[in-house]
DNA sequence: ATGCTAACGGAGCGATTCGCTCCGCTTCAA
DNA sequence: TTGAAGCGGAGCGAATCGCTCCGTTAGCAT
């Protein structure tokens, strides 16, 4: 009963694995969407078809699991913007963070897998941080009035899916992928200058609902009028 | 010889599929990506296979009329925004017309098919046009100096490419689609405001270089180091 | 050295989907 | 009434899908 920690043949391997995985599975999506084939995310990891679902016991399974890792990180750039002191610099913080974490190639696997009560947990908990950076940052007079939460969202969501990025990891064009990132880094540079209260004119139209952001998780029962 | 256009049984039949498998095409290929099938397309065409292969005889070649379209549609906007007097308003336009084409789904496919001398030529005869509009947007004073036409290029891209509006098309949420189009609008003008020279600080890093716009038209021949 | 065992990689299963062909049916001008 | 242009989709062989199953390998204790 001394020593309970004395089992672990291959463990550092296996950890090892599953962050490649984690990965590689990010990075499939971002290039084949909900078309991502298990074969392609092992093969990109490196990794062994039967070690992936030796940890996930399905496919779905590993989806929900990233979900949830995508959420983690959108929760801790909230709290990590919400640190600083200054309001603006913590909502860019904030956008910069969510948008470099990769996740905006997850957006087209919502609505194929089931949603966990915890993703729903983690998904509101990350809602309200950002809406008390976003409402700080608006009472602050840094962020131009008419831009609410969901237009922020959408805007991040719209700059953090990169077809030309998703294309060069899958492509293996590694050395292009610097400038690619920083060619994105200079366009949310001009996003954000247009976030600030010295807007021209309006924003056309009504802010967008909450329901466009919810609404895409619902699985695709029998919305489908194409097979109609 | 004097009736040259005496028969057209079904013609007009022809065309409307014609029309409604260039639009279903340019849908699926937003939902599915590459890997986007025929058998798709043609149903969310409300047309059966068969006409889709009396037309097109392969599907490369439907995804090369695809492009040569809306290369057509850059240049078109690109003209049409050198009409207008305002050198800001004309770039506006342009950026506005580009995005609102829908081509910005096409993204996935490049690489995968193989460029034709007609795409090539049409799509140098664009760039030329969008240099021209950008260069006396600058001149002018309008757009801030630190914006290259890859930039801008790039921006269009990231905006023209939306998961949201993809896959609520995919699900046949019509319902959703005014309100998500009209947020995508609101976002494009967030973005045209950061685009007016009251830049606050320069744009981080170097400017981009041509070859991430060029590059990515390669085929995919032995690149793909995952292969490896 | 020699077990012991957890973790490994991947061949291969049945099912599905792929691009595409082929053909019987429909529509309309003459 | 007829002929031909256009139609939809069943079905072909090939490829790919998610997943299982099993012989092999690597590190711990003896």
Same mark, same amino acid.
């Given at each position: 009963?001394?020593?309970?920690?004395?089992?672990?043949?291959?463990?550092?391997?296996?950890?090892?694995?599953?962050?490649?995985?984690?990965?590689?599975?990010?990075?499939?999506?971002?290039?084949?969407?909900?078309?991502?084939?298990?074969?392609?995310?092992?093969?990109?990891?490196?990794?062994?078809?039967?070690?992936? *679902?030796?940890? *996930?016991?399905?496919?779905?399974?590993?989806?929900?699991?990233?979900?949830?890792?995508?959420?983690?990180?959108?929760?801790?750039?909230?709290?990590?913007?919400?640190?600083?002191?200054?309001?603006?610099?913590?909502?860019?913080? *904030?956008?910069?963070?969510?948008?470099? =974490?990769?996740?905006?190639?997850?957006?087209?696997?919502?609505?194929?897998?089931?949603?966990?009560?915890?993703?729903?947990?983690?998904?509101?908990?990350?809602?309200?941080?950002?809406?008390?950076?976003?409402?700080?940052?608006?009472?602050?007079?840094?962020?131009?009035?008419?831009?609410?939460?969901?237009?922020?969202? /959408? /805007?991040?969501?719209?700059?953090?899916?990169?077809? =030309?990025?998703?294309? /060069?990891?899958?492509?293996?064009?590694?050395? /292009?992928?610097?400038?690619?990132?920083?060619?994105?880094?200079?366009?949310?540079?001009?996003?954000?200058?247009?976030?600030?209260?010295?807007?021209?004119?309006?924003?056309?139209?009504?802010?967008?609902?909450?329901?466009?952001?919810?609404?895409?998780?619902?699985?695709?029962?029998?919305?489908?009028?194409?097979?109609?």
């Amino acid at each position: 009963m001394a020593k309970d920690t004395r089992r672990a043949p291959r463990q550092a391997e296996a950890e090892r694995n599953d962050r490649a995985l984690l990965e590689a599975a990010r990075e499939v999506i971002g290039a084949d969407g909900e078309h991502a084939s298990v074969a392609a995310i092992a093969k990109r990891a490196g990794v062994g078809i039967g070690s992936l *679902y030796r940890r *996930y016991r399905t496919k779905e399974e590993l989806f929900q699991r990233l979900s949830v890792i995508a959420l983690d990180g959108y929760h801790r750039a909230a709290t990590e913007g919400l640190a600083i002191d200054d309001p603006w610099e913590g909502l860019v913080h *904030y956008v910069t963070a969510a948008i470099g =974490l990769g996740a905006g190639s997850l957006g087209p696997i919502a609505g194929t897998i089931t949603v966990t009560d915890e993703m729903a947990d983690k998904n509101e908990r990350a809602d309200d941080a950002v809406a008390t950076l976003v409402e700080r940052a608006r009472a602050a007079g840094a962020l131009r009035a008419d831009v609410t939460q969901v237009d922020l969202d /959408l /805007l991040i969501e719209q700059l953090a899916t990169s077809p =030309l990025l998703d294309q /060069l990891r899958k492509q293996g064009r590694t050395d /292009l992928l610097d400038v690619a990132w920083n060619a994105r880094t200079r366009i949310t540079a001009i996003a954000l200058d247009g976030l600030r209260a010295t807007a021209s004119q309006p924003l056309p139209g009504h802010p967008p609902g909450r329901e466009l952001l919810t609404e895409r998780w619902t699985p695709a029962d029998e919305v489908d009028d194409v097979r109609r």
